[in-house]
């Protein structure tokens, strides 16, 4: 399954999750009070995610259900970000996020914090 996302797959996805079985015509007026989307537009989007198999179309009223979780989304997101920017080492990648001067002192205890604890 192809879980990558396009960004406007994304908002769709997101309004998905964040509401749970919700229907189309719901997807599109959320959408379009928040970011400008128009009927088309939306109802594109929704089909392209029903078509990668991300969401389930239910009948009647074009109910959809999300079929990955966000979880799933982000751990294939990170391993392709890992995969094509830092040879596929997630050390390189931890050791960039660390190596960034703007991350405040707090942020690297609690990331301390975190290895010491196993995450």
Same mark, same amino acid.
Request: glycine content about 8%; charged content about 35%.
């Given at each position: 399954?192809?879980?990558?996302?396009?960004?406007?797959?994304?908002?769709?996805?997101?309004?998905?999750?964040?509401?749970?079985?919700?229907?189309?015509?719901?997807?599109?007026?959320?959408?379009?009070?928040?970011?400008?989307?128009?009927?088309?537009?939306?109802?594109?989007?929704?089909?392209?995610?029903?078509?990668?198999?991300?969401?389930?179309?239910?009948?009647?009223?074009?109910?959809?259900? /999300? !079929?990955?979780? %966000?979880?799933?989304?982000? =751990?294939?997101?990170?391993?392709? *970000?890992?995969?094509?920017?830092?040879? #596929?080492?997630?050390?390189?990648?931890?050791? /960039? !996020?660390?190596? %960034?001067?703007?991350?405040? =002192?707090?942020?690297?205890?609690? *990331?301390?914090?975190?290895?010491?604890? #196993?995450?």
């Amino acid at each position: 399954m192809d879980i990558k996302l396009y960004d406007s797959e994304l908002k769709v996805m997101d309004v998905i999750w964040r509401e749970g079985e919700i229907s189309a015509k719901n997807i599109r007026e959320i959408l379009g009070g928040e970011i400008g989307w128009n009927k088309n537009t939306t109802y594109t989007v929704i089909k392209k995610c029903v078509e990668k198999g991300l969401v389930e179309r239910i009948e009647p009223n074009f109910v959809c259900r /999300a !079929l990955v979780s %966000r979880d799933e989304v982000r =751990a294939f997101e990170l391993d392709e *970000l890992i995969n094509r920017m830092y040879d #596929g080492s997630s050390d390189m990648l931890f050791a /960039a !996020l660390l190596g %960034r001067k703007d991350i405040p =002192a707090e942020t690297i205890e609690r *990331l301390k914090e975190l290895i010491e604890g #196993g995450l």
